[in-house]
């Protein structure tokens, strides 16, 4: 048994996948070539979800294997905790299987110390179960994922049937992705680098990828993507697998019929290619083996694509698709509209209007609003007296000293509660940065509310709503404009302060998914005051009185006083 007490490096631990699952690969053609009896059982009382013997003895080998050379490891496999393999079942791991591969990021990247506490193996002994019973031996695959704080960082599927004794597909980001074929023997491996370019399709028409149990969701979703091929399987590692090779430009799925072990080997070979597997809505998975457990089931379905456009455009039609489903499963047809809500009318069409219309409405309201009192002294010393003289349920005066005494207390629960999300985003600062920052916030607060005080910006001052929230909003059915009521915040202070509200606590985060696409939110509500204050003879030129990078600045501030409240209202909460 090798000693494995020390912390293990990656290129060892990626090895042993390696080479424990081409040993449950060969298992599973043993027992097909053997004509071994399957012993076949259902794992679940209400769904068919089959288990057959070379299932029981791939894992067996895998999990024994692992362990025997790493055993600190945990693992998590598909079939549960099995008794020990069988004698001609133990086999071990060779450490040495990938050493002739040179990785894209060196010695840095193989010689990877991993912690145990953070080190979890994803165990699927043989994907594809019930396409392996109907003897369609070439959808069968092994998979091992390798997660690492909570996310996939290198993946092994082993293929079994294809091949004179198997090929594998491994890698992970700063890994690279290999092709192994087992020639004469799984012991003489010819290793292949695939390059994004060989697997990017060219300029095709899209081919996608489903599963081929019919799906309502998922065929209205083909129309409206009219793909010119549609390729079907039944299990998730073989159909990603054509993703990733340039047979298929995306596999998608609407419901939660995979678990963890089906993506984490997939979804890093994916991610090193310059693509993405989420879910439906465009989001990672966290793979936390306690948290996840006992289902581990991937709840909002899957989109996985090596071209991020077209993983963006699979999320815009799912996200219409999901829009305009009722809850009987019907699609909101105009017919369904006549049938379900108005009963006697006749409902030409229905269109979903994209959420940057909304939000490009509701920032021209705010521009309009806002240059409606602007400049006008007498209007806004009445707001002073008679409305909130400092706007904005947020602001600084009415919640400062409340949020700055909780401050200290509140924020290492946030930091606890978001860990795992902090860990897993390698943009977000430091966690001794972000431990800082509530010390940070209490220094500035002060400073941040005085430069966004009424008197430090007297000529900038109008009237905001103070609480400007889509529960707030209503859009007229036609022309899309908005009307706002429950005025119980308004009072004087800067614009921004509401654009701040507006953009960080209710638009789409699609909306602002880059640093491009919120700036250009800012520059339409900036031009639209520009507009509005010219139209109202206010000013000829905003930018001479308010030049564009002071409003930035504003929000920015805004932002931050705005997120002081968010944080103390969300912690709040989660202690009740």
Not at 336 to 364: D, I, M
Not at 467 to 484: H, I, Y
Not at 546 to 566: D, G, N
């Amino acid at each position: 048994m090798a000693a494995a007490m020390s912390s293990p490096l990656l290129r060892p631990l990626l090895a042993a996948c390696f080479s424990a699952s081409v040993y449950g690969g060969r298992v599973i053609r043993e027992v097909v070539e053997h004509h071994v009896a399957l012993n076949m059982v259902n794992k679940q009382e209400d769904a068919y979800d089959p288990q057959t013997v070379a299932d029981r003895r791939s894992q067996q080998r895998i999990v024994h294997a692992l362990r025997e050379a790493f055993p600190q490891l945990t693992i998590v496999g598909e079939e549960g905790e099995l008794a020990q393999p069988a004698p001609e079942d133990v086999v071990r791991c060779d450490l040495k299987a990938l050493d002739d591969v040179t990785f894209d990021g060196g010695d840095d990247v193989q010689n990877l110390v991993l912690h145990w506490k953070d080190l979890v193996i994803w165990v699927d002994p043989l994907d594809g179960t019930k396409r392996f019973a109907a003897k369609m031996y070439d959808e069968v695959s092994v998979l091992i994922g390798i997660s690492y704080k909570q996310r996939p960082i290198a993946g092994v599927v082993h293929l079994p049937f294809h091949g004179k004794h198997g090929i594998t597909y491994w890698g992970g980001p700063g890994v690279g992705v290999f092709c192994s074929d087992h020639q004469e023997s799984e012991a003489q491996t010819t290793h292949a680098k695939l390059l994004k370019q060989t697997v990017k399709s060219s300029k095709r028409d899209m081919i996608c990828t489903v599963s081929s149990t019919n799906c309502k969701l998922v065929n209205n979703a083909l129309q409206l993507l009219t793909p010119s091929a549609i390729l079907t399987g039944g299990a998730t590692g073989t159909m990603v697998l054509g993703v990733l090779t340039g047979q298929s430009d995306g596999f998608f799925r609407f419901k939660a019929a995979t678990r963890k072990w089906d993506i984490c080997a997939v979804e890093p070979l994916i991610e090193e290619l310059g693509g993405k597997l989420t879910d439906t809505q465009g989001n990672v998975y966290i793979y936390d083996h306690i948290g996840n457990a006992p289902d581990f089931d991937n709840e909002r379905g899957l989109i996985a694509c090596v071209k991020p456009e077209t993983h963006e455009m699979i999320v815009n039609v799912i996200t219409k698709v999901n829009l305009t489903s009722a809850l009987d499963g019907r699609e909101m047809t105009p017919q369904w509209f006549q049938e379900c809500v108005f009963l006697g009318r006749q409902v030409l069409a229905v269109n979903v209007v994209p959420g940057s219309v909304h939000t490009q409405q509701a920032l021209a309201y705010l521009a309009n609003l806002h240059a409606s009192a602007w400049g006008q002294k007498d209007l806004i010393e009445k707001a002073r007296s008679k409305l909130w003289p400092a706007a904005c349920w947020w602001a600084f005066p009415k919640r400062g000293a409340t949020e700055l005494a909780q401050a200290s207390y509140i924020w290492p629960q946030m930091l606890g509660s978001w860990e795992q999300v902090f860990k897993s985003e390698p943009c977000l600062p430091s966690t001794a940065a972000l431990e800082s920052l509530c010390e940070r916030m209490i220094e500035e607060a002060a400073y941040i509310s005085t430069c966004l005080s009424v008197d430090s910006n007297a000529s900038l001052s109008t009237l905001v709503h103070g609480d400007f929230k889509s529960a707030n909003l209503f859009f007229k059915s036609l022309s899309r404009e908005v009307v706002a009521f429950d005025w119980q915040w308004s009072g004087v202070g800067l614009g921004a302060m509401d654009v701040a509200n507006l953009l960080n606590t209710l638009v789409s985060i699609s909306l602002l998914a880059n640093d491009e696409n919120e700036l250009e939110l800012l520059h339409f509500y900036y031009d639209r005051l520009n507009e509005r204050l010219q139209a109202l003879d206010v000013t000829s030129d905003l930018q001479k009185s308010y030049p564009f990078e002071a409003f930035k600045r504003h929000y920015v501030l805004a932002f931050l006083e705005l997120h002081q409240s968010l944080e103390y209202v969300k912690s709040e909460r989660l202690m009740s």
